[in-house]
């Protein structure tokens, strides 16, 4: 799925939960809402009438006068004809009976319930015990669209309970304000839903489009186009990645430069080179005078040290133009990669009298055959040019650690930080200094194993850790 996709739909998700869970709240409320503030209404309705009704009380009791029977009858037939926010209201629908102080209905303006025991009512019972009474009463037990509030009021004479005025109020009269609301709650939800998701939907378009101009801007780099980087208004995190991927070709170009005009002078130089050191070796044969012998010797020492300097800037440009690994892992047995790398160091070792041992219960890493065998050559190197005379260099295989120690000058503690760095060398007792490419190439080594390199002073010595991953 395409990442604009992917968003409308994120968002289109989330816009939908929302929204239903909004409207589900104010749908589940708009019914109680418009109930409560009928339920307001006749409340000061009930105590209204309950006060005209106490004016004919007499002798502490609810008088029922012919003019008073008539007025609620024709309260209860009047036709007010009013529109109340553009809906019709051609009736009266609130039903009232009074009841006297032992719950006996004495006036029922619909002339039903007259005579009848409404003391267990709960608007009547509430009211005779001093509280608040109403009820909800369906007049079908099985239709509850048949339902009647009641809210009832206290009739009082000189501060006595003399009896109850009760009001109902059908809930089919405030259903249609309730249908109503629900209507404009849908239609202006569903509008309000809509116009997120058209706005949704441009802002999605706006993105994936926007994305997509770096995605082929990023393709044509990857495709070793000169293309223009994209010129985006604004400065959000898109503008950001587009700078970013700029910054990051130009780096990359100018480091592929670099890699490509090291090599290319690496091997140009190899050849003539082995002339000169060929030359020398020739001269070294025919010229037996001492200043001239020593001039030749330096020659071929020289272009020696120029061609192993060659080599390393080789390798390390190989190293860097990897990726990953080139090859599986295996186990790896260090000591014949010790005895081998002897055989090459033999003469060396000798003339400064240095033994190797190789230490550890297991003596196998496993690990990448060439990067590893370059990463352990470069470590013993460094250690033979740095190790005292008459001394022993240890090879210690932890897995999957592997450790080279040698015992002679400690490392400054300037210097600790900055061996591993390219071209970056210390000088070495009775030796010349180094090119500064052996710990940088171990370093490198280690990166693509996914390991470390550790550099640290013994006391005695320094040791030089590479640690591979489990």
Same mark, same amino acid.
């Given at each position: 799925?395409?990442?604009?996709?992917?968003?409308?739909?994120?968002? @289109?998700?989330?816009?939908?939960?929302?929204?239903?869970?909004?409207?589900?709240?104010?749908?589940?409320?708009?019914?109680?809402?418009?109930?409560?503030?009928?339920?307001?209404?006749?409340?000061?309705?009930?105590?209204?009438?309950?006060?005209?009704?106490?004016?004919?009380?007499?002798?502490?009791?609810?008088?029922?006068?012919?003019?008073?029977?008539?007025?609620?009858?024709?309260?209860?037939?009047?036709?007010?004809?009013?529109?109340?926010?553009?809906?019709?209201?051609?009736?009266?629908?609130?039903?009232?009976?009074?009841?006297?102080?032992?719950?006996? !209905?004495? @006036?029922?303006?619909?002339?039903?319930?007259?005579?009848?025991?409404?003391?267990?009512?709960?608007?009547?019972?509430?009211?005779?015990?001093?509280?608040?009474?109403?009820?909800?009463?369906?007049?079908?037990?099985?239709?509850?669209?048949?339902?009647?509030?009641?809210?009832?009021?206290?009739?009082?004479?000189?501060?006595?309970?003399?009896? !109850?005025?009760?009001?109902?109020?059908?809930?089919?009269?405030?259903?249609? @304000?309730?249908?109503?609301?629900?209507?404009?709650?849908?239609?202006?939800?569903?509008?309000?839903?809509?116009?997120?998701?058209?706005?949704?939907?441009?802002?999605?378009?706006?993105?994936?489009?926007?994305?997509?101009?770096?995605?082929?801007?990023?393709?044509?780099?990857?495709?070793?186009?000169?293309?223009?980087?994209?010129?985006?208004?604004?400065?959000?995190?898109?503008?950001?990645?587009?700078?970013?991927?700029?910054?990051?070709?130009?780096?990359?170009?100018?480091?592929?430069?670099?890699?490509?005009?090291?090599?290319?002078?690496?091997?140009?130089?190899?050849?003539?080179?082995?002339?000169?050191?060929?030359?020398?070796?020739?001269?070294?044969?025919?010229?037996?005078?001492?200043?001239?012998?020593?001039?030749?010797?330096?020659?071929?020492?020289?272009?020696?040290?120029?061609?192993?300097?060659?080599?390393?800037?080789?390798?390390?440009?190989?190293?860097?133009?990897?990726?990953?690994?080139?090859?599986?892992?295996?186990?790896?047995?260090?000591?014949?990669?010790?005895?081998?790398?002897?055989?090459?160091?033999?003469?060396?070792?000798?003339?400064?009298?240095?033994?190797?041992?190789?230490?550890?219960?297991?003596?196998?890493?496993?690990?990448?055959?060439?990067?590893?065998?370059?990463?352990? @050559?470069?470590?013993?190197?460094?250690?033979?040019?740095?190790?005292?005379?008459?001394?022993?260099?240890?090879?210690?295989?932890?897995?999957?650690?592997?450790?080279?120690?040698?015992?002679?000058?400690?490392?400054?503690?300037?210097?600790?930080?900055?061996?591993?760095?390219?071209?970056?060398?210390?000088?070495?007792?009775?030796?010349?200094?180094?090119?500064?490419?052996?710990?940088?190439?171990?370093?490198?080594?280690?990166?693509?194993?996914?390991?470390?390199?550790?550099?640290?002073?013994?006391?005695?010595?320094?040791?030089?850790?590479?640690?591979?991953?489990?």
């Amino acid at each position: 799925m395409k990442l604009g996709q992917s968003l409308l739909l994120f968002y @289109f998700l989330i816009l939908g939960l929302l929204g239903w869970f909004v409207l589900d709240m104010v749908f589940s409320q708009a019914k109680p809402l418009v109930r409560q503030s009928a339920e307001e209404t006749l409340v000061d309705a009930a105590n209204l009438l309950a006060e005209m009704v106490a004016v004919d009380a007499h002798n502490g009791q609810v008088v029922i006068t012919p003019q008073l029977r008539e007025a609620l009858q024709r309260y209860a037939a009047r036709t007010p004809d009013a529109e109340i926010w553009g809906m019709k209201k051609g009736g009266i629908h609130t039903h009232v009976y009074i009841t006297g102080p032992d719950g006996v !209905v004495l @006036f029922d303006s619909q002339g039903r319930d007259e005579g009848e025991d409404f003391s267990r009512w709960n608007d009547v019972y509430l009211t005779l015990q001093g509280g608040y009474g109403a009820r909800t009463t369906r007049n079908d037990p099985a239709d509850p669209s048949t339902s009647v509030m009641y809210v009832a009021a206290p009739i009082r004479d000189d501060g006595s309970l003399i009896g !109850v005025i009760s009001l109902g109020k059908p809930g089919r009269s405030i259903e249609p @304000f309730v249908q109503r609301a629900e209507r404009h709650l849908m239609l202006y939800g569903g509008g309000v839903l809509l116009f997120c998701l058209v706005l949704g939907g441009l802002l999605a378009w706006w993105l994936s489009r926007r994305v997509n101009r770096l995605r082929r801007y990023a393709e044509a780099v990857a495709s070793g186009e000169r293309a223009a980087p994209p010129n985006f208004h604004g400065r959000d995190e898109i503008r950001a990645l587009a700078d970013a991927v700029t910054a990051m070709r130009r780096r990359l170009e100018d480091r592929a430069r670099l890699e490509d005009n090291v090599t290319l002078l690496t091997h140009e130089m190899k050849s003539p080179l082995a002339a000169i050191r060929g030359a020398g070796e020739i001269l070294a044969e025919e010229i037996h005078e001492p200043a001239l012998q020593r001039f030749t010797d330096n020659v071929v020492h020289e272009s020696v040290r120029l061609s192993e300097l060659l080599d390393r800037l080789l390798a390390m440009a190989r190293l860097e133009k990897l990726e990953s690994l080139p090859a599986q892992k295996m186990p790896l047995e260090m000591a014949a990669m010790v005895s081998e790398w002897q055989a090459s160091r033999y003469s060396l070792l000798q003339e400064k009298s240095l033994r190797v041992e190789v230490s550890g219960e297991d003596e196998t890493l496993l690990a990448e055959p060439e990067t590893l065998k370059l990463a352990l @050559f470069n470590l013993l190197d460094n250690a033979l040019r740095f190790a005292a005379r008459e001394t022993v260099l240890t090879v210690a295989v932890t897995p999957p650690s592997l450790c080279v120690i040698n015992t002679g000058p400690l490392i400054p503690d300037y210097a600790l930080p900055r061996v591993t760095e390219r071209f970056y060398s210390l000088a070495a007792p009775e030796a010349e200094k180094s090119s500064g490419l052996g710990l940088a190439m171990v370093e490198e080594i280690a990166s693509l194993h996914g390991g470390t390199l550790q550099v640290e002073n013994t006391g005695d010595g320094v040791a030089v850790t590479l640690n591979l991953p489990a």
